[in-house]
């Protein structure tokens, strides 16, 4: 099965969001049923728009779209034809349900049928609706969705009450075909329930802009005023905020700030709520006059929400309570289980899948926030699926999406766009369960010190100076100039690198011996300051640590303030260049100190002063000078320190 793996890194820029498939199918209706020629602006292009176009030209209606987001229809005044084969909404659950409404004002019987997903998402209420209003539906099939057959006689407008708990699609299509009914149509709830209400408030704002009457009424209850019929419109469809979700968590989880365009801060729409949520989870949230700009916090706080009325969101809540600090509960969506997928059964599993503990009842999840690791996701041809993971992604590395076109269901170019935007990988604060970034220059007792920490805390160990040797090691075996840097980079991408137990491997070879040859040593620091070089580095070190289940005793020059910024606790060891020296000479077993001293001095001014990771402490380091302290004084430090960080984040989540 085809994947897509997720490109890490902080989100920034700005991007426009596609148009509403909810409004989009909403006016496509409203104008295939209105007297005259509509045209509707900046129209999402996607998989459940097609199928309603498709649908609609099945009964009759004349659609031009050559231009992808500038639509012609030609209004059939409510007088429409039955095709002569059976109407196939795929896997549109608003089309089969809008579409079954429509044909209810066909003369002719009309059959309805759909993907084997669409067969078991129940359509019963919806059909117990037309009934009463008067059509002949026959379900065909032995499942709860379709196939099933619309049949005459037209039905006509009066006061029914509906079961709207499980979906306000129900009610959406009744509502969209009562203007052209004789006799005005009141739907009262059952157990007054409306589930996803701000969805029938958009159908209600749609109904009302081709020239129906349309009002949601307290108790609640909706009035929708018959023999209105439709009138011929150009309307603009607004900008889809169930896809701006994406981009503004994408940058909550990275830390970056991303502009949106074209999403309004007093939309309608059900997922303008998210936007709100973001803030109370420590987002800064500005709204302007064409959009909005969010900015992620440092860590995220949990929450608990109700998202009965913007069930859609709720999916990227709940990935995102992996990341935050403390126990996120997201309910009263039962109705989850019936779209698309499963979604709180898949949900469950994927986020077990990248090592995030959560738990499902009928209707809600609860998610803990820890260690999120690399993995793949089955995503169920579920886009919502597809993308809230594709999201976590960005900040996961090692994050693979199956059957990642299944987003053509709402945003055919969703993994394009989530690259563009997402810049700076080498800055990316990766979320982890437990990161120690060791950082200094060479002699300062790293290698030995995180090995001994790592032991002591029960941690994988990785030595990432190590990788940075292997590069070096393959451009000096091919006679390559150190300082040839398109050369240099050309041969470091053709190889595999990988550290196991303390081992370098380069395609499979150990190198571990060959990588501290006096000719690596000499070529290294060119090598390591080739920017390309690092980041093809960093990202094989960040994908190991993912691996090894997001905890690690990670050494090197640059951790705490590149590959692991948001590390929970950052050491820097330093020394004087004579201890540096000495140390270094004994490890290598060489009688000139002054020649080890010269070669350290060379080294610090290259890292220090290249443009690309420089070395130097991170600001809010344990900066620590070892030359007068043995080494057990410093892992006892380091793990002492270590062990409180620890303790004081438990205490805080814990409250």
């Not at 991408?493 to 150990?510: N, Q, S």
Request: charged share 20%.
């Amino acid at each position: 099965m085809k994947k897509h793996r997720i490109r890490t890194g902080r989100i920034g820029g700005e991007l426009t969001v596609p148009g509403s498939r909810s409004i989009t199918n909403r006016a496509l209706i409203a104008a295939a049923l209105a007297s005259g020629t509509s045209t509707l602006r900046r129209s999402l292009e996607a998989d459940d728009t097609v199928a309603m176009r498709q649908a609609l030209r099945a009964l009759g209606v004349s659609i031009a779209d050559h231009d992808p987001t500038v639509w012609v229809i030609g209004g059939s005044g409510g007088e429409l034809s039955a095709p002569p084969g059976v109407i196939d909404v795929g896997a549109s659950g608003t089309s089969a349900r809008f579409i079954t409404a429509v044909a209810s004002l066909v003369h002719d019987p009309v059959e309805i049928d759909g993907t084997a997903r669409m067969r078991l998402r129940p359509i019963a209420d919806l059909v117990d609706a037309l009934r009463t209003l008067g059509s002949d539906v026959t379900m065909l099939g032995d499942g709860p969705g379709p196939p099933l057959r619309v049949a005459g006689p037209r039905p006509a407008g009066r006061r029914l009450r509906m079961d709207a708990s499980r979906s306000s699609q129900y009610v959406s299509a009744i509502a969209l075909i009562a203007p052209l009914l004789e006799g005005d149509t009141i739907i009262d709830f059952k157990d007054g329930l409306l589930v996803s209400q701000p969805y029938v408030e958009m159908t209600i704002d749609v109904i009302n802009a081709f020239g129906g009457a349309a009002e949601l009424k307290p108790g609640p209850s909706l009035f929708v005023q018959g023999s209105t019929g439709y009138r011929a419109t150009d309307f603009v469809v607004e900008s889809d905020m169930s896809s701006a979700v994406y981009p503004a968590a994408a940058a909550a989880l990275s830390g970056g700030t991303i502009e949106i365009h074209g999403v309004a801060e007093r939309s309608r729409q059900a997922d303008r709520v998210f936007f709100d949520i973001l803030e109370d989870m420590g987002c800064s949230v500005v709204w302007t006059e064409t959009g909005v700009i969010v900015g992620g916090p440092g860590r995220l706080s949990a929450v608990e929400r109700d998202m009965n009325a913007a069930p859609d969101a709720a999916l990227m809540l709940a990935v995102m309570g992996g990341f935050a600090d403390g126990v996120s509960t997201v309910s009263n969506v039962g109705n989850l289980r019936i779209k698309e997928s499963d979604r709180l059964t898949a949900l469950n599993q994927a986020l077990a899948g990248i090592g995030i503990a959560s738990s499902i009842t009928s209707d809600s999840i609860t998610v803990t926030g820890g260690a999120p690791r690399s993995g793949t996701i089955e995503t169920y041809s579920d886009h919502r699926i597809a993308m809230s993971f594709g999201v976590a992604g960005v900040v996961v590395p090692g994050i693979d999406i199956l059957d990642p076109d299944c987003v053509s269901k709402t945003w055919p170019e969703f993994f394009a766009a989530l690259d563009e935007i997402t810049i700076s990988p080498a800055n990316v604060p990766v979320h982890m369960h437990l990161i120690i970034a060791l950082d200094g220059p060479g002699g300062s007792g790293k290698t030995t010190v995180s090995r001994a920490v790592g032991e002591q805390l029960g941690l994988p160990h990785l030595d990432t100076g190590a990788f940075y040797r292997a590069a070096t090691l393959v451009t000096v075996e091919a006679g390559i100039d150190p300082y040839d840097a398109p050369a240099v980079i050309a041969e470091v991408a053709r190889h595999e690198y990988g550290y196991v137990d303390g081992a370098m491997l380069v395609d499979g070879r150990d190198v571990s011996v060959a990588i501290r040859a006096d000719t690596v040593t000499r070529a290294a620091s060119p090598v390591s300051a080739i920017p390309k070089v690092r980041t093809l580095m960093v990202d094989l070190q960040r994908d190991w640590v993912a691996t090894h289940g997001g905890s690690a005793v990670v050494e090197g020059r640059d951790i705490g303030t590149v590959v692991f910024p948001g590390a929970e606790l950052k050491v820097f060891l330093t020394a004087s260049q004579e201890i540096r020296a000495a140390r270094r000479a004994s490890e290598q077993g060489n009688d000139d100190i002054s020649r080890v001293a010269g070669e350290l001095e060379r080294r610090d001014s290259l890292d220090s002063t290249r443009k690309d990771s420089p070395l130097l402490a991170a600001d809010d380091a344990l900066v620590l000078d070892t030359s007068d302290l043995t080494i057990t004084e410093v892992v006892d430090r380091i793990v002492t320190t270590a062990r409180e960080r620890r303790a004081g984040r438990t205490t805080s989540a814990s409250d």
